[in-house]
């Protein structure tokens, strides 16, 4: 009799097995359909393009538009980071204008305003508006309305170099998705990020330093904003005194995450579709201007896009990728 227990047992242990490994499976397929919820619309783009202009599909054309999207691209990695812990930080865009001209000052609002939401339990939104405000009187009172220019070489080299054909930009931006997105699959911390987003209180529950991970991770937000906004500056040779929160960059950098799976709510997104985002939304800005599509049309078909795309994703990738 024990041994018929015995091995029902393992007949149970092993049919549980096998499950767990089915889930496992069916989850990972899930997890990559949702990463790749972007392509067809990519690819559909990339055909519009190449049918309405010749010039869409040339080499100079592409490292053209990689060197644009670039300084976008390192913003919203910062700005994913910050929504897969449950937070939200507008203060990015005025960070990205600032920065190249006071770069050495930058780290201490970016660490001030971590603390006033994690250990002063401010609320994240408006705390982050009215650091946006702050910075942005700050970088155009410090300008005084001007663009300063003819930057040194060694300033605008991230923004502005090329390595044979390829732009420097590009080639950091797209080092910096890489990292990150192995950072959170494989580090503890990256883990950590995805657990706070989840369920705080569980995260603390399971000995997880959350004060300390959410705090670092606006700290490396508002770097990351710093090297997208040089990378800007040197690309055009100028600080201009808009940019970043007089150019509403910020509307970009959450339309990049956000349709590029990054949950508003925390806890679920990945550097894939981030990516996915940022260069959808460059194509359409490239297919536009080679089109010269009049400036008052440009918001009205970028935002007929994005949700265009939202739907495709919600429709391929599923429920998750389009919240």
Known sequence: MSETKDNMAALAADVESALERKRSKSAAAISWIREAALLPVLVVLIVVGALLNPHFLTVSNFTGLGQQIS?????VVGESLILLIGGMDLSLESIYGLAPMLAAWLIVPAASFGL????????GFIVTLGMTILLAG?????AKGQSPFNLPPEFSYL????????????VVTAAIFVVTGLFLRYHRTGRAIYAIGGNREAARAAGIKVARVRIGVYVAGGLLAAIGGWMEAGRVSSVAASQGYGEGIIFAVFAAAVIGGVSLQGGKGNMVGAASGVILLGVVQNILFLENAPNYWIDAIDGAVILVALILARVIGGEASAE
């Open 71 to 75: 300084s976008l691209g390192v913003v």
């Open 159 to 170: 923004g502005s170099a090329y390595w044979g054909k390829i732009p420097v930009s590009l």
């Open 138 to 142: 700050i970088q155009d009172g410090i």
């Open 116 to 123: 006033l939401i994690v250990k002063g339990r401010l609320n």
